[in-house]
């Protein structure tokens, strides 16, 4: 028997990460993470996995992020009841996400259980609940970095730092194939920029049969700037923000990004630089992981001011119980509110945003990645309208974006971390990214001649390769699709609510209520005919061919 490597998520999406290996002794997964982006791509999660939760014998975490460890109830829910290794810090952020998230999973099923129930329909269940979080919390078990771990029969593994988040890990993985060889693979898990707050730059070791590095954002390069470049640009930002007279609103994940945020407004408060009135934290999961962060401060490097320093201005304020959020909503100017999901696809950001993009004078302010079909993505992209909890609010905030906050590495610092870990004798997978990014980094590292291109992989969804030392043997296709690939970037849910808005403001623009009546009459003429007409033939999955992991002697 040999090596298999699955692809569950992160192959053609940037969310969803999970990789399964099985091998001769057994099999185990790394990652397991919640799939985010529009409904069709977030569907997924609801959908039977395609593995046997019970048959996996451990598995192997990279970090925290939900995108990457979200699924973990999940899993637990189905039988899982083994072993889970990630970092000490890893562990200690899960403390909290995990419950978190199965808060959100089950007041979203509560919500569309009401929905349902006007309808007469069943109610919903929850993809996992407190229970579920629970009973996955209590398998942690924790790994230092640069120490070999023998986690089951034929395998051992080493954790690197990716200076992505805080406990942030690439994994090297060691495992014997049928007839005694050991095949050497490195997952990057996310990698972080050389520039940050707080860690030392992504380390790993050189030379492995096989690497999985992720490609957020191959072919996008941010400016390069240093620390002091970054927070004149946040500076930059709130200044002109505050000058307009209303609030400055910040979608921001509870992880490392609210935590870098919070480090370098207080400090430009310090040398009086910015003086808004008032700074918020709206979020108890992010207040919980500051003291997470408050704990392993000895870890981190280029640290300016203290957690205790920052919290004793009188103007920051943490935020954990919902009418004191609620509160916030009678601030019309001159704050800065920061909030959770980063996403805006959840969490208390959603109220701030139904309550302030309304306001002329406001500003939002996207400071990290934003996942095709996230609420956050469609107000980036230009939306003039958007709903939020069933109600459409007009979009007339300033909208703005920062990249130099991201947690990501660009394409150039891909290209070096990718440069630094070769060679890589079998193939390079480039995962955790869309299609278009993918095909950009795979298109530098070809040209820059450090692999042939039939090494270079891009791996759909349930992808399964057949690895030797010497090289790919084969590639083993999903029977069926778990997704429809063409709806992963845009899906047909986005694009009826998009309809609907710009049916709306058809209507209302018209002229007079027999016009309203012809175009609507005009529409259900269109239908009609389209009812009729004959289906159009499958559309066929977007770029196949070598790169998918089909070798063609490039």
């Known amino acids: 028997m040999t090596v298999t490597l699955n692809f569950h998520g992160a192959a053609g999406t940037v969310t969803g990460s999970c990789y399964r290996i099985v091998h001769p002794q057994g099999q185990f997964l790394i990652d397991c993470g919640l799939f985010q982006g529009n409904k069709t791509v977030r569907d997924l999660n609801y959908k039977p996995l395609p593995f046997d939760p019970g048959k996996i014998d451990f598995v192997l975490l990279t970090h925290a992020h939900i995108d990457h460890a979200g699924l973990l109830p999940r899993l637990c829910k189905l039988g899982y009841r083994n072993k889970m290794i990630m970092t000490e810090p890893t562990s200690g952020l899960l403390e909290f996400l995990l419950p978190d998230a199965a808060g959100i999973q089950e007041s979203e099923a509560e ?52 200076g992505h988040i805080l406990g942030s890990a690439s994994v090297e993985v060691e495992v014997k194939n049928g007839g005694g060889k050991v095949i050497r ?22 030379g492995f049969d096989y690497i999985l590095c992720e490609s957020t954002y191959g072919g996008r390069e941010r400016d390069d700037y240093t620390l002091v470049q970054r927070r004149e640009a946040l500076q930059t930002e709130i200044n002109d923000a505050l000058k307009r007279g209303g609030n400055l609103v910040i979608p921001a994940f509870a992880v490392e990004r609210s935590q870098e945020l919070l480090h370098d407004i207080g400090l430009l408060i310090k040398e009086g630089a910015i003086a808004p009135n008032l700074v918020f934290l709206d979020s108890p999961l992010a207040s919980k992981v500051t003291g997470v962060y408050k704990k392993y401060e000895a870890m981190f490097e280029d640290v300016e001011l203290s957690a205790n320093e920052l919290f004793n201005d009188p103007r920051f304020r943490i935020v954990e119980a919902v009418e004191e959020s609620k509160a916030i909503n009678s601030i019309k100017g001159g704050a800065i509110i920061m909030s959770a999901s980063g996403m805006a696809d959840a969490g208390r950001i959603k109220h701030h945003l139904r309550n302030n993009l309304i306001r002329a ?29 069933s109600q459409l609010v007009p979009v007339r905030a300033r909208i ?135 289906a159009p033939p499958p559309r066929a999955a977007p770029m196949s061919g070598e790169i998918h992991g089909e070798p063609s002697g490039e």
């Open 361 to 389: 004078n406001a500003t939002v302010l996207f400071v990290g990645y934003q996942a095709p079909g996230t609420l956050g993505q469609i107000i980036q992209s230009g939306a003039r309208e958007v709903r939020i909890h």
């Open 400 to 534: 703005r974006s920062l990249g130099n906050y991201s947690a990501h590495a660009d394409h150039s610092e891909l290209m070096a971390w990718i440069k630094e870990r070769l060679p890589a004798h079998g193939a390079l997978f480039l995962t955790h990214g869309e299609d278009e990014e993918r095909a950009a980094l795979r298109s530098a590292i070809i040209a820059s001649g450090g692999l042939a291109g039939d090494q270079v992989i891009l791996p759909l969804l349930d992808d399964a390769f057949e690895l030797r030392a010497e090289g790919v043997k084969g590639v083993q296709k999903p029977e069926a699709s778990r997704i429809d690939l063409s709806q992963i970037t845009s899906d047909w849910h986005n694009a009826y609510a998009s309809f609907i808005i710009d049916l709306s403001h058809l209507l209302k623009a018209a002229e007079s209520d027999a016009r309203r009546l012809e175009i609507m009459a005009g529409l259900k003429a269109e239908l009609a005919a389209t009812a009729e007409a004959p």
């Open 185 to 206: 693979l490195l997952f990057s898990g996310d990698i972080g920029p050389d520039e940050k707050v707080f860690y030392l730059e992504p380390d790993a070791p050189a």
């Open 111 to 162: 919500r569309e259980t009401k929905k349902r129930g006007r309808r007469g329909e069943a109610p919903a269940e929850a993809l996992y609940t407190m229970e579920d979080a629970t009973e996955a919390l209590k398998h942690r078990t924790t790994i230092k970095y640069g120490e070999w771990l023998d986690p089951g029969p034929g395998v051992r593994v080493r954790y690197w730092n990716a």
